[in-house]
């Protein structure tokens, strides 16, 4: 099982003021995988192609890091969420969960 690490990516724009920043979690998927975590851009800067890049890095980083496939949890009213992650290839599978 993979060890349990998070790497966080970022981007910034030309004055380095971030614009948006997600979370690979490695070891944290169900069944030990990495997960997407805390993707956002900012709203400033949003339908500019950072988040699908943002993802496709995370990716590229999890393969380096030995992992097969990676997981995302999104709220399921969360449309530009949604739309974003079935663009890329991701397959929707349903989750039951419970807050304690
Ligand atoms: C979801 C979010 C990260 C998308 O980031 P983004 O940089 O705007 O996304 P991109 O420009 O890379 O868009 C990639 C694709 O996602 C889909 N998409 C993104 N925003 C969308 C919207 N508002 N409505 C419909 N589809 C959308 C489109 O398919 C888009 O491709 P296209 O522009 O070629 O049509 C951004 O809206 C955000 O930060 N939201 C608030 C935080 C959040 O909900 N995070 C996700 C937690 S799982």
């Known amino acids: 099982m993979q060890?349990?690490?998070?790497?966080?990516i970022g981007e910034s724009d030309a004055q380095f003021a971030p614009t948006g920043l997600i979370v690979l979690s490695l070891g944290a998927g169900l069944h030990g995988?990495?997960?997407l975590q805390s993707l956002l851009v900012d709203s400033?800067?949003?339908?500019?192609g950072i988040g699908?890049?943002?993802v496709r890095r995370a990716e590229k980083a999890a393969?380096?890091?030995g992992v097969s496939s990676v997981h995302a949890?999104?709220?399921p009213e969360?449309?530009?969420a949604k739309a974003l992650f079935a663009s890329m290839g991701y397959k929707?599978?349903?989750l039951w969960s419970k807050g304690l």
């Open 3 to 8: 060890e349990k690490k998070d790497i966080c």
């Open 33 to 35: 995988e990495a997960l």
């Open 44 to 48: 400033q800067h949003r339908r500019q």
């Open 52 to 54: 699908r890049r943002l």
């Open 63 to 65: 393969k380096e890091a």
């Open 73 to 75: 949890v999104t709220d």
């Open 78 to 80: 969360n449309e530009p």
């Open 92 to 94: 929707l599978m349903l």
